[in-house]
């Protein structure tokens, strides 16, 4: 007699509570929507609208054709991590050794390298709620624990140290900060940074949005602390996500464990990409500032339409490029509601529940899109919350 095994008992048991990136399945879906003929207007995916800059391209072509298309140094190319070091000092006032610069492809890798080498088991993870939607997944994924601190909407989604502070036990191993925020826009101003650097545990701090800020200069923790690690890249500032570039700073202890990890599960980041930032770093400085201009502009804009339509926006958000709208007088499912905006008005939003248990009833909007779009999708949007259709999908639910 032949045994069925369940699909699900297929699968370590580690995949078996890793959720759907759900603006991914929404940018799926739009896709399909498109190839079929509709014409979407994307505020979903956090990807700028814009080229690379010109010195980037320049970069990228000129490292084809002089052949730099080998392996580098696990750690990345010495120029790029001392370039990166020059940025941090000159934007931060923050010193470090260049071989305490890990690059990788892209901040996901970097996560993942970052999370192996410090959770055992069991360890636990302070983070706010809502939350990049990853986050989680990366945690658990290597067996740690998730502690989420629920954040207030009529407070801007404030990270306070005094929440976090609440949260801590025997058993925390890092508190996770993001700062500009996705999904949040959200700016942790300077003394609050500084009164989390001083809570104890580690501080892992994305610092992805850093230099898309648009009131208050964003902070870096090296600034208040050496007891953290910082994520960040090139892919936001500098509209490079296709060219998967980004790197962790790690304090010195932990410089050969992440080494390690990196010669064994990446062996080293792309060549030409790391050719691509150092270009990037020296002489974009001017297009990263007329980029975000323009979402600054774009930022006012959006803001003002969804609160014209109805959305329910308190503090407007002072980073990133997104506006986490308020939705629950449309619907307490966010799911539902996004997936109805997409079929109705094929304007494609991410449903709040994709960034834990306190974003639902929100819709993130993204304004990386041209400002035609924007003005488009927000018409779309508006003619689509007068008609009875919204009604109908609250009362089903």
């Given at each position: 007699m032949i045994n069925i095994q369940k699909q699900e008992d297929m699968f370590p048991q580690r995949l078996q509570g890793m959720t759907s990136f759900i603006v991914m399945d929404v940018l799926e879906k739009a896709k399909q929507m498109e190839k079929l003929g509709a014409r979407v207007i994307h505020l979903e995916v956090g990807e700028p609208d814009f080229n690379v800059p010109p010195c980037v391209e320049e970069a990228v072509c000129k490292a084809v054709r002089d052949g730099h298309t080998h392996y580098t140094h696990s750690l990345g190319i010495i120029e790029l991590r001392e370039s990166i070091c020059a940025y941090y000092q000159q934007r931060y006032?923050?010193?470090?050794?260049?071989?305490?610069?890990?690059?990788?492809?892209?901040?996901?890798?970097?996560?993942?390298?970052?999370?192996?080498?410090?959770?055992?088991p069991g360890d636990e993870v302070i983070m706010s709620d809502p939350h990049y939607a990853c986050y989680p997944n990366f945690i658990t994924f290597l067996g740690g624990i998730c502690r989420k601190v629920t954040l207030a909407e009529d407070d801007g989604f404030q990270l306070h140290p005094q929440l976090?502070?609440?949260?801590?036990?025997?058993?925390?191993?890092?508190v996770l900060i993001n700062s500009p925020a996705n999904p949040t826009g959200t700016v942790i101003p300077a003394d609050r940074m500084k009164a989390i650097a001083g809570l104890g545990p580690w501080i892992v701090s994305d610092?992805?949005?850093?230099?898309?800020?648009?009131?208050?200069?964003?902070?870096?923790?090296?600034?208040?602390?050496?007891?953290?690690?910082?994520?960040?890249?090139?892919?936001?500032m500098y509209a490079m996500t296709g060219l998967r570039l980004g790197y962790t700073i790690v304090p010195e202890a932990f410089i050969r464990p992440f080494?390690?990890?990196?010669?064994?599960?990446?062996?080293?980041a792309n060549s030409i990409s790391q050719i691509a930032g150092i270009a990037a770093l020296q002489q974009a400085a001017a297009d990263v500032e007329r980029m975000r201009e323009t979402y600054n502009?774009?930022?006012?804009?959006?803001?003002?339409?969804?609160?014209?339509?109805?959305?329910?926006?308190?503090?407007?958000?002072?980073?990133?490029?997104?506006?986490?709208?308020n939705a629950r007088h449309f619907s307490a499912d966010s799911y539902r509601l996004a997936f109805d905006i997409l079929d109705k008005a094929?304007?494609?939003?991410?449903?709040?529940?994709?960034?834990?248990?306190?974003?639902?009833?929100?819709?993130?909007?993204?304004?990386?899109?041209?400002?035609?779009?924007?003005?488009?999708?927000?018409?779309?949007?508006?003619?689509?919350?007068?008609?009875?259709?919204?009604q109908m999908l609250g009362r089903r639910c």
């Open positions: 006032n923050v010193n470090m050794h260049p071989d305490q610069v890990i690059v990788c492809q892209g901040t996901s890798p970097a996560m993942l390298n970052l999370f192996a080498t410090l959770l055992d976090i502070r609440q949260q801590i036990n025997n058993r925390t191993k890092a610092e992805i949005y850093h230099g898309l800020a648009y009131g208050e200069q964003e902070h870096s923790i090296l600034e208040y602390t050496d007891h953290a690690f910082v994520l960040n890249g090139f892919s936001k080494q390690i990890l990196q010669q064994n599960f990446f062996i080293a502009q774009r930022r006012k804009f959006m803001i003002q339409r969804l609160r014209e339509i109805g959305f329910h926006i308190p503090v407007e958000p002072t980073g990133a490029f997104y506006v986490f709208a094929h304007v494609a939003v991410t449903p709040g529940i994709d960034f834990g248990a306190g974003g639902e009833g929100f819709i993130r909007f993204s304004y990386a899109n041209s400002m035609e779009n924007i003005a488009e999708g927000m018409d779309r949007l508006e003619k689509y919350v007068q008609s009875a259709q919204w």
